[in-house]
């Protein structure tokens, strides 16, 4: 388990909550994901600190009646991010521009999640 201690400064909790789309016309509390993630002084995934700290970069999907699923958050080649669950690539989910976002409340990010693209607000970025 990594401890607070043990992570860069530039460490963030960021919690994504599911925001209003068909189906869910205000958004579900209940869906999203918790992460822990370096940010710049922007707001913005910063991939200097990623690469160092690569381990510690962490995911928790949440939804109701499902088990969270743990992860870490990743990135290819091409500096595209995603969060990777399991070994191959079927589990993937695919972060729309990512690298663009701003991680600051009340924003928002795209991720695609098995072939379909849904929408998350930044309900929290914390300093641990």
């Known amino acids: 388990m990594t401890a607070a201690s043990d992570l860069s400064p530039k460490f963030r909790h960021v919690r994504l909550e599911l925001a209003r789309e068909k189906g869910h016309p205000l ?75 701003r991680f600051r409340q009340g924003e928002y990010v795209s991720i695609s999640r098995e072939g379909e693209m849904h929408t998350f607000q930044v309900r929290l970025v914390e300093r641990l």
């Not at 918790?34 to 200097?48: R, S």
């Not at 995911?59 to 070994?87: N, S």
């Open 27 to 101: 958004g579900d509390h209940e869906e999203g994901y918790d992460l822990l993630v370096p940010l710049d002084t922007e707001g913005h995934l910063d991939p200097a600190e990623w690469k160092k700290h690569q381990m510690q970069c962490r995911v928790r999907r949440f939804e109701p009646d499902a088990d969270d699923k743990i992860g870490r958050l990743r990135r290819k080649p091409g500096g595209q991010w995603y969060f990777d669950y399991e070994e191959g690539e079927r589990d993937d989910e695919i972060g729309f521009r990512l690298g663009e976002e």
